[in-house]
């Protein structure tokens, strides 16, 4: 990866330069038997399409607090990113109230109508499927991604130092972020090509640089598993030869 990389944006833009086609984020959900494959190329387009839709529709600016209801899957990781590369703090199991913009999974759109701002809802279905009937007072992220551009140029530089993520109570900027997670997979010995199986949530800071920074910051790649604790041994063991895991977590 490019040293000079600063922000989780700039990591995203060496890995789409390093090998546009290799694995980004593979995720299944174990509840419903959902599996879907992310190349670079394909999770970079979801997140310029997001950061489009964020900074353009939702007016929102460098420096605003979206609290971020989602749990451990590709599109969360998606919403991460985009936040990123707009310069917006991303407040993962924030507080709605407090927040400039929420985004709301099925589960927690009660919680998220204390957000007075704008407010977001996924289905969280397989192939990022439409509510049949959006959420009332969100708008349904499947109907308005699509449209988004494929490309994304922020209207202002994303600082570096400036607050990026807070996770679990702890506060990070774009460049503590990159430098952390270069350590965390340095720590578990990730690097190119690298296959990282995870299965911890999205809650903690340990659950989100295994399911996505650690192998985005080394040029691995991230098997996300939500409800793993249904797979069953056999199953795990299975999926960790058919997705050729170099290591667990």
């Not at 998606?78 to 927040?99: I, K, N, R, T």
């Not at 009332?136 to 992220?141: K, L």
Request: hydrophobic share 45%.
């Amino acid at each position: 990866m490019n040293a000079s990389d600063r922000t989780p944006a700039d990591l995203l833009r060496s890995a789409l330069a390093a090998d546009p086609a290799r694995p980004m984020v593979t995720f299944y959900d174990d509840a419903t038997g959902e599996r879907v494959e992310l190349s670079v190329a394909t999770f970079a387009n979801w997140v310029a399409k997001t950061a489009n839709l964020l900074q353009g529709d939702l007016a929102a600016e460098p420096g605003d607090r979206l609290a971020l209801l989602l749990p451990a899957h590709w599109q969360s990781a998606v919403w991460l990113l985009a936040c990123a590369s707009v310069g917006v703090v991303a407040d993962v199991q924030g507080d709605p109230a407090a927040a400039d913009l929420v985004v709301s999974g099925p589960d927690s759109l009660d919680a998220a109508r204390a957000c007075r701002g704008e407010r977001i809802a996924l289905a969280l279905r397989p192939l990022g499927g439409t509510f049949p009937q959006a959420p009332e007072g969100f708008a349904d992220y499947a109907v308005e991604v699509p449209g988004q551009g494929d490309r994304f140029a922020p209207f202002a530089p994303v600082d570096p130092d400036a607050p990026a993520l807070t996770v679990g109570g702890a506060g990070f900027t774009g460049a503590e972020l990159v430098a952390r997670s270069r350590a965390d997979g340095a720590a578990l010995g990730l690097g190119a090509g690298s296959r990282l199986l995870s299965g911890r949530t999205y809650d903690t800071w340990d659950g989100l640089s295994a399911g996505l920074f650690a192998p985005l910051a080394t040029g691995g790649s991230v098997v996300l598993c939500r409800h793993l604790g249904q797979l069953g041994e056999d199953g795990l063991a299975q999926r960790v030869e058919s997705e050729r895991v170099t290591l667990s977590v």
